[in-house]
């Protein structure tokens, strides 16, 4: 069961290029989250999908952005790369929002702008 | 505003010793509480606290909640070196789950 899978692993940025970060879960999990952590902090809310063909913005959506297709995938995409924008990544789903179903994360993805 | 406070932020004690890892909150509509373990890579699941003064327990650690005074311990005991890690509390608030910024633990062998 490979869970949520996130790609890349590590990616360099020069600033001002784009990217689209990846993310699949095989669970068939209608929540799904696109958190970044930078260094010592905890995790802060980007983006979330309760479903295919919806999103919300979190805490920090500037600079970013998210589509839903299908229930399988949540890519999240950096149009204009900043270095404020160095950060790990996490994808992360989960079953239902009753009672705050555990998260179940990808494995990050090491963003670094330079 | 919902917000979730994690204290201390930082946390170095030996080995054997234990701890405890305190975690505030203030969101609408309480469903859950959930505590998590960071080593290198992505968060793990610890716990979920739904009720007040009901202990949760898994070897070494502990959790318990109350929901009066609107706050949540984890505890550990006798730690061992492979307990440092970033402890994380969150809360689901509506569709969204929110994180403190952790604890930061670090034992010393």
């Known amino acids: 069961n490979a869970g949520v899978t996130q790609t890349p692993k590590f990616r360099i940025l020069k600033i001002g290029q784009s990217m689209t970060l990846q993310c699949t879960q095989d669970m068939n999990h209608n929540y799904m989250y696109w958190y970044r952590q930078d260094p010592g902090m905890g995790l802060k809310l980007i983006y979330y999908s309760v479903g295919a063909g919806i999103t919300d913005k979190g805490e920090v959506p500037n600079g970013y952005n998210v589509s839903r297709s299908t229930t399988e995938d949540f890519p999240l995409r950096l149009e204009l790369a900043a270095p404020s924008q160095t950060s790990v990544y996490f994808c992360?789903?989960?079953?239902?929002?009753?009672?705050?179903?555990?998260?179940?994360f990808g494995n990050g993805t090491r963003l670094t702008v330079t | 505003e919902d917000k979730v406070v994690q204290s201390p932020l930082s946390l170095v004690v030996h080995e054997g010793d234990t701890v405890t890892l305190n975690c505030s909150y203030e969101v609408t509509n309480f469903r859950s509480l959930l505590w998590y373990k960071q080593e290198k890579k992505a968060p793990t699941f610890l716990f979920m606290l739904t009720s007040s003064g009901i202990e949760k327990k898994s070897g070494r650690l502990s959790s318990i909640l109350d929901k009066k005074e609107l706050f949540s311990i984890l505890n550990i005991t006798a730690t061992q070196t492979g307990d440092s890690a970033i402890y994380l509390c969150a809360l689901p608030v509506l569709d969204k789950i929110i994180f403190g910024k952790g604890t930061r633990l670090h034992i010393l062998p």
């Open positions: 992360a789903s989960s079953l239902s929002r009753d009672r705050g179903s555990p998260l179940h």
